[in-house]
């Protein structure tokens, strides 16, 4: 490429080895690819090769010049020299990289259709009724639920949420509702539902990793999914947990193989406020039961100090009238 100072000495050069005509090199951007240009003589260039000769001692021109090479053909090589391309630069990059980027963008996509959709369910399910949806989270099942003999066809595939909600109303009732979703159709249907007094159990089947399946027991129905991520199951049930805290006081369901995180990541404080609980409890049933014994102990002894009184007037009289 011939710019700036450098282009008498390197034009030079290409004028004697070119017999008048300038050769050069330029680098081009967009493309990420070296090309060759091959520039016309001049008169100038003419007389510059024509010194050049004169100065060379004598030598003959040479020939016609050489036609420029194209963009990606080897380079002419010294003898037992590989030739060397001289093409399109190729992009570098990792592909961990890029599947990485992928699966993030996947997620993103994910998360920002599942929250347009919990909000949607809450504005066609539960605010008509005038409920407030505390959480939802999208499952699918883990068994495939047995079909009658006699069922017809279905209406096709469908999403299924499990959502939580309270009544604005007091007293406060919550309750869970199965939500679909149809194919094709952009509304969402009600379906099962469950007063939060009826469910008894909610399995987390392990507590030791991230898992995305549960199970639900209900008192008249027993349902075993899988979430679409451990992180919303969790959310999920720390939501859950912490409305049955709240709003259950005699019977709560028992949640087996959650992590300490799903409980609210304070399972130990809560086990030991529940022995201390149980402790101050048992102390004051025996307190109570001292006091009962205490109160017929003083009520005997009240009795007792009467029946003495008597007593002792009684046998005053008798003595008095027979001494009289």
Known sequence: MLRGGRTGSFASQALALSGGRARGFSWSSSARS??????????????????????????????P???????????????????????????????GART????????????????????AISKEI?????ERMLGAVQVKRRTKKKIP????????????????SVTNKKPTQASITKVKQFEGSTSFVRRSQWMLEQLRQVNGI??????????LLFENAFDQWVASTASEKCTF????????????????????NCQSKIMGGNSILHSAADSVTSAVQKASQALNERGERLGRAEEKTEDMKNSAQQFAETAHKLAMKHKC
């Open 65 to 95: 010049a050489e036609p420029c090479p194209e963009p990606g053909s080897p380079r002419g090589a010294a003898p037992g020299e590989e030739p060397c391309g001289l093409g399109r630069v190729q992009r570098t990059g990792t592909a």
């Open 126 to 130: 539960f605010a008509p009724l005038d």
């Open 100 to 119: 990485g980027l992928q699966e993030n963008s996947l997620r993103a996509l994910l998360a920002w259709s599942t929250m347009s959709a919990k909000s």
């Open 149 to 164: 003999f006699l069922a017809t066809g279905g209406q096709g595939e469908y999403l299924t949420y499990i959502c939580l």
């Open 34 to 63: 070296w090309s060759c240009r091959e520039f016309p003589p001049s008169p100038l260039r003419a007389a510059a090769g024509a010194g050049a000769a004169a100065a060379s001692g004598g030598y003959p021109a040479p020939g």
């Open 206 to 215: 392990d507590p030791n990793r991230d898992s995305a399946e549960f199970d």
């Open 237 to 256: 049930f720390q939501i859950l947990h912490h409305t049955c805290q709240r709003y259950l006081t005699d019977r709560k369901p028992e949640f087996i």
